[in-house]
């Protein structure tokens, strides 16, 4: 995108009125001009300011504990001993035969559990290694499949960055320019819930967008996506990823994540 | 230590490091801030409530990918605030094709306080409606459609029946003349 261009968009762009596709662009072209990127950011200390004419209000106090709960690490499987062991021991050594017996009862019990639970865990665990092992495979498949695209000279690479204020997610779309498939990696992506899921987009010459695929993402932020065209590669002009609600969209309308300039014509 | 007395930069790269007593710090200098400009906008506690979690998310998640060069911390997270609550706006009204009757909400001086107030703010918020009250009415109103109710240039074009050239120059004037009056004025002389 151009300089004046960009200059024409900046307003919309710091509105977060602007397309979506248009958004990438502006963004793309502020990672390398630093002088887009100083009005930019004139424009947004303006704007920051301007936020504060409105009449300022106190959030509730109990907002801070649940921002603040929220930033937790998955609560562990142990917080502490399960509640029969934690029957004081005062209590167990107090000297009448009952208590003893219910304590041994109890004990038994717990072990009782403990094995029926461990038999469980391990079949469960059975389970869980033929699916991972599975998945493995397909992992590997996937690896043969990007060393290929690596290997060959006549692929070629694509970067894929994030908007600025997104951060630290990257991406490289490999393919060849008249071929009818590529292969998309990108590292650095937040896992989505149940509720989202990365789309992938082909945005064609005459501003079309293309649905590609769906990028899965796993929990290290590595995901990876190979993605078919019906017409060759190079007759694309861009490539990009937005979050779309589960099941994904017909039309782009969720926040855009990675985007790249295909420019192989 | 005592994070009190961190620069926000300094607290944001604590941040990245998972430092949450930082980040504890950082919702107290910016939360409120966040959120009347999220609750004026969205005109729902709930949401404006959201919108501080997901505003406050996004740091503690990307905190390391904040850069100094390209604007203050509280720009940064008034930037994400501002587009998450735009996106709920358009997203709220998605289908709803904006009609002449919401030019009664773009009276000059919408989604301001009372000038009248004016004497209880802080110096700032005062400096910074004196800079917008120099703005033409014409100006303001673009603004406010934009700034304070997410509309695009397209749609206010055509809210206000105007061209889309006329209201992208009028918005960039306005961006022009509210940067040159919120400009820090350099310190008089003789002040202590």
Known sequence: ?265 | MPYAELTAEGLVALVAIGQKEAMEEVYARYARPIYSLALHMLHSREAAEEVVQDTFLALWQKASSYRQERGSVGAWLMTIAHHRAVDRLRRDRRGRVPSGDLLSLVEPGLGFPDPAQAATQNEERHHVRQGLAKLPEEQQEVLTLAYFLGYSQREIARLLNQPLGTVKTRTRLALKRLREALRPSPPKEGAS
């Open chain 1, 1 to 265: 995108m151009r300089h004046a261009q960009v200059e024409h968009l900046l307003p919309e762009y710091l509105h977060g009125t602007l397309g979506l596709w248009h958004r990438l662009s502006v963004a793309f072209h502020l990672k390398r001009c630093a002088p887009c990127r100083e009005e930019a950011r004139q424009i947004a200390e303006a704007l920051a300011l301007l936020s504060q004419a409105v009449e300022q209000v106190d959030p509730p106090p109990a907002l801070a504990q649940r921002v603040l709960a929220r930033l937790e690490p998955p609560p562990g499987a142990l917080r502490g001993l399960p509640f029969p062991l934690r029957i004081p021991t005062t209590w167990l050594l107090s000297g009448t035969m009952s208590k003893i017996i219910v304590a041994l009862g109890l004990v038994i019990l717990l072990v009782a559990g403990g094995m029926t639970a461990w038999g469980m865990y391990l079949s469960k665990r059975m389970g869980n290694l033929e699916a991972g092992n599975r998945e493995i495979q397909e992992a590997l498949q996937d690896q043969r499949q990007l060393v290929y695209q690596v290997a060959n000279p006549e692929v070629k690479e694509i970067p894929l960055e994030a908007p600025p204020e997104d951060g630290q997610a990257r991406g490289v779309f490999m393919a060849q320019p008249e071929g009818r498939w590529g292969t998309l990696v990108a590292i650095g992506l937040m896992p989505l819930g149940a509720e989202g899921t990365y789309q992938v987009w082909l945005v064609a010459f005459d501003g079309s967008h293309w649905r590609a695929g769906f990028l899965l993402v796993d929990d290290t932020g590595w995901g990876q996506v190979d993605i078919r065209t019906e017409i060759p590669v190079k007759e694309f002009r861009a490539i990009w990823v937005s979050v779309e609600p589960a099941g994904g969209s017909r039309y782009p309308r969720g926040r855009p994540v990675l985007g790249g300039e295909i420019q192989l014509r």
